[in-house]
Nanobody
Framework: EMQLVESGGGSVQPGGSLRLSCIASESRIRYYPMRWYRQAPGKERELVTLITSDGVMQYLEDSVKGRFTISRDNAKNTLYLQMDSLKPEDTAVYYC?????WGQGTQVTVSS
């Protein structure tokens, strides 16, 4: 059974950066696209970005364009999300997703 474990969340001031990681328990992720989602308090979970199996970003939510970058290292079964110029509205729990499998999420809080 596939398992996904996110890490790298935390509390930062506006303008700061964080790098999220998502480690998969199975190497077969290398053949499929993967996604990052986020869910802010009181809001629905939304797709942030998607990356193809060979590392091409195919989607980036408008509010994070120019600030967030998705990448992957298939040799390490790991998905990344580099988040720069963070804003308070980026505060949310961030989840990675493979197929129908979700990670447990990692909290990102942006506040002064």
């Amino acid at each position: 059974e596939m398992q996904l474990v996110e890490s790298g969340g935390g509390s930062v001031q506006p303008g700061g950066s964080l790098r999220l990681s998502c480690i998969a328990s199975e190497s077969r992720i290398r053949y499929y696209p993967m996604r990052w989602y986020r869910q802010a308090p009181g809001k629905e979970r939304e797709l942030v970005t998607l990356i193809t199996s060979d590392g091409v970003m195919q989607y980036l939510e408008d509010s994070v364009k120019g600030r967030f970058t998705i990448s992957r290292d298939n040799a390490k079964n790991t998905l990344y999300l580099q988040m720069d110029s963070l804003k308070p509205e980026d505060t949310a729990v961030y989840y990675c997703k493979f197929g129908s499998t979700w990670g447990q999420g990692t909290q990102v809080t942006v506040s002064s």
